[in-house]
């Protein structure tokens, strides 16, 4: 079956993994990259939504370590280079692969490993840059539909595989 219902966010979350892992990025520096992507997503989302009030960061811890940022599928994200390796930090807190890999299981289950062959098949038909210039525009064209405004925060819509590797055959058009 190539179409299943899941939310947005744990499909923006592989994507983002997915596009970081072409970028060069390893396994669990790329997981914890995506879980960051989606979240800063969200919060920005449920910001205009009226969902969530904007926060200041004054109070929130920092990271050990310098942070440098990365932009990835749209997105500048704060990342730390740790001793096991380089990982995103969100409220100050750096992400573990670990988490993020839970996550993933837990939303697709056994449509995990479909999904990640579906998006590896669109992002290897660009090269690295260009995909990380086109990743979000792709992303919203086979992204799970949901009802606009309130309604579809968490609502599940549905992904299409089949669409997400045709658009492969589309990127020259970008």
């Known amino acids: 079956m190539s179409t299943f219902e899941i939310n947005r966010a744990p499909v923006l979350t592989l994507w983002a993994t997915v596009v970081a892992e072409r970028l060069g990025y390893d396994k669990d520096t790329a997981l914890s990259l995506g879980k960051a992507v989606a979240g800063l997503t969200a919060q920005r989302k449920g910001q205009r939504l009226g969902i969530y009030q904007k926060k200041e960061h004054a109070g929130e811890p920092e990271p050990a370590g310098e942070v440098e940022w990365v932009e990835l599928v749209g ?26 890999r839970q996550y993933l299981e837990s939303k697709f289950k056994d449509r995990l490993e479909p999904a990640r062959k579906a998006m590896e098949h669109l992002a290897a038909a660009y090269e690295p840059d260009e995909l990380n210039r086109v990743a979000n525009r792709l992303y919203e064209k086979f992204r799970p539909a949901i009802p606009p405004g309130t ?6 819509g549905k992904l299409d595989l089949q669409l997400i590797r045709s658009l492969a055959g589309e990127a020259s058009l970008f």
């Open 151 to 156: 309604r579809g925060w968490g609502a599940k």
């Open 75 to 100: 997105r500048q994200v704060p990342t730390c280079a740790l001793e096991h390796g380089v990982r995103a930090v969100i409220r100050g807190q750096a992400q573990t692969p670990e988490s993020s």
